[in-house]
């Protein structure tokens, strides 16, 4: 089915208006939950870190760690496990459904191809929408980081900024949204496939969404081990490759 | 001409088809009768690819379904239109985007004809006022019209009616029947339906051919089928509890 799926990119362009449906689906429609989430999210960590640092390490590096804490971990992992609650449910009971009432063999006996028609726009929508979700997360939990910082913590917006500013690297933020273009990948896929293999009735929708959303969530996190390895190798070499070439 | 052969179909320990063997001439109408869970939907479906027989071939003008590459396949189904037992409307479409379904994804037709082709096929099975309905908004005998008419849109040559008239009214149902009748002639096509209405049956069949334990164990006219002394006919049609099939 991926293979399927990625074939039926070719027909990308004349989907266009499949995939802006899902777009809106899965990302419009969830900006209030991810802004909830990320708020929380950030101003936690602020907290965590606040206390961790006490007595051991300068408050101004507090906005820097928190930022990098949230851009390479916490808000693409927890944006994509809220996300995969919400649209992986979402795709699998919507799509279990049309297959229990037989709108998926309709379709076929139409010569449409539901892999075509259902599944490739909504994984690109997944993609686009979560790595566009994952910027606004990564903004409003920082935010949220700050608000509590300068709210409780009597710090000043400019200390925590100008901590911020000094640990960030552009490529925490660009690893981050690689990774939530993955867990996009994997929420939408998951979502179609136990969708698709649905049976039965309503209790047959019911499994498959449940088993989308679990295994939608524990492969998230697999997959955030593995490409959190992958990259950081990619960067560490690549910055090896310019050390060396610079001398 | 649509032949079936030797069509064996399971599912675990139970046989649904079991060798099933019918020939259909091109144009001609055949109509399936058979008990409750005897198989005709799955043997439908098998005609129109949507299921895969454990052994057996079905063969269309020459081609056999089952081996058919991707692309030849799509290529039969186009040709195909099939009625759902229980419609298959698309829930998240309004009644006219289901009608206009397959001429839109599959044959890019221009959508200034598809509003016309889908006004008259609704008008067609009477339901010309309901086009921007949700499936969902419209009764159970309508649905079942609506689907009929998403079949005969793209004017296939091969139509699959399963049970086209169950849950209609009989003057509705007497209605539908005219107009698969009409259908059939007009277009030419070879039509296979399943029904467990009998009036339906002789009024649209060529041929009545009789489903039973997974093989067809009878074909006739309609003539023929009203006078048949079979005993596994005759139990069906009489409505008899007392015969050779026994009520499971
Ligand atoms: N996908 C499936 N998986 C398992 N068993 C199935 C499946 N589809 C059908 N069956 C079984 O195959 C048998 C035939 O089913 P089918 O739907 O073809 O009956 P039918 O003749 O159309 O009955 P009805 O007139 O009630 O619609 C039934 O016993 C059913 O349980
Ligand atoms: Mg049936």
Redesign the pocket.
Known sequence: MLGRTVAALRHLFSSLHLILAQMYFTGVKSIWLVMVTSVFTGGVSAWQAGYQFKSYVPMRYLGGAVGKAVLIELAPVLTALVMAGRVGAGIAAELGTMKVTEQIDAMESMAVDPIRYLVMPRFVAGIIMLTVLTILADFIAILGAMGVAVGFMEMPSETFMNGFRQLFLMRDFLAGLIKAAGFGAIIAFMGCYFGFAAEGGAEGVGRSTTHAVVSAAVLILVADYVLATLLFQICSRSRNYIRGSGR | MFTIEKLHKG?GP?T?LDGLDLEVKTGQSVVII?Q????????LKHCAVLMRPDSGKIIVDGQSLFELPRRDLMAYRQRVGVLF?FGALFDSMTVAENVGFSLKESLRVKPARIKEVVEEKLALVGLSEIGDKMPAEISGGMKKRVALARAIAAEPDILLYD?PTTGLDPITAMVINELIVDVNKKLGVTSIA?T?DLASAFKIADRIVMLYQGKIVYDGSPDETRVTTDPIVHQFINGLSAGPIAVR
């Open positions: 599912f139970l649904v058979g409750s869970g005897c198989g005709k939907s799955v043997l037992q049970e399943v467990h």
